[in-house]
């Protein structure tokens, strides 16, 4: 039972650039999101997904697209690299029954330079 | 929407002495509340969560943590610490209507056990 995957672990762009963070799940869950974790301001929730075909933003939106065509793949995409986007991102799943916890990915250190 | 506020960016504790990380949350609706604890270059692990009932939650690893609705708080303790339990610790909340799926963290709080 693999849980949440992501893959890269760790990634260097160059400013202007795009790539794709890949986050899989195998668990059947329905709900997926995206955060970025940067020193002193915990995880801030950039995207999510509620089910396939269905998306929306979250906290810090900007620069990222994301995309939820099956249940177990929730690709990020980062359409121009920008400095700023340096950081740290976890890809969670959960079942989306309210109660239960999210199951979080090992992360992808992205460097923008 | 739901926030909230971790007290203490860092404690630094000896080992064996207990410890308490303090959480406090707002909401305008009823909430689920969670604990996770990064290790050092790793993923977040759930500790433990409230979902309803018993205001005292016990988890992992020696954890356990209160429900105080009247002071919207949901501190984490352990009475007696080990150098394995450093880590960043981090608080998070999310809304039980349904549908509420978002889960709001915390800035985290980083435990050093010092021996």
């Known amino acids: 039972n693999a849980g949440v995957t992501q893959t890269p672990k760790f990634q260097v762009l160059k400013t202007g650039q795009s790539m794709t963070l890949q986050c899989a799940q195998d668990?059947?869950?329905?709900?997926m999101s995206w955060y970025r974790q940067d020193p002193g301001m915990g995880l801030r929730l950039i995207h999510y997904?509620?089910?396939?075909?269905?998306?929306d933003q979250g906290e810090v939106p900007n620069g990222y697209n994301v995309s939820r065509s099956t249940t177990e793949d929730f690709p990020l995409r980062l359409l121009s690299a920008a400095p700023s986007q340096t950081s740290v991102y976890f890809c969670?799943?959960?079942?989306?029954?309210?109660?239960?916890?999210?199951?979080f990915g090992s992360g992808t250190r992205l460097t923008v330079v | 929407a739901q926030s909230v506020t971790q007290l203490d960016s860092q404690v630094p504790v000896f080992e064996e002495a207990p410890v308490e990380l303090r959480c406090n949350y707002s909401?305008?609706?009823?909430?689920?509340l969670f604990w996770y604890v990064q290790y050092p270059n790793q993923g977040l692990q759930l500790l433990l969560k409230?979902?309803?009932?018993?205001?005292l939650v016990k988890g992992i690893n020696g954890f356990e943590a209160e429900f105080n609705k009247s002071q919207t708080s949901f501190h984490l303790r352990k009475p007696s610490v080990h150098i394995s339990d450093t880590a960043e610790y981090f608080c998070?909340?999310?809304?039980?209507?349904?549908?509420?799926?978002?889960?709001?963290f915390g800035k985290g709080t980083k435990l050093t056990v010092n021996p």
């Open positions: 997904s509620v089910g396939a075909g269905i998306t």
């Open positions: 409230y979902l309803s009932g018993s205001t």
């Open positions: 969670a799943s959960s079942y989306g029954r309210g109660s239960s916890g999210y199951t």
């Open positions: 668990m059947n869950h329905e709900y």
């Open positions: 909401s305008s609706v009823s909430v689920y």
């Open positions: 998070a909340v999310k809304g039980n209507q349904g549908g509420s799926e978002k889960l709001v």
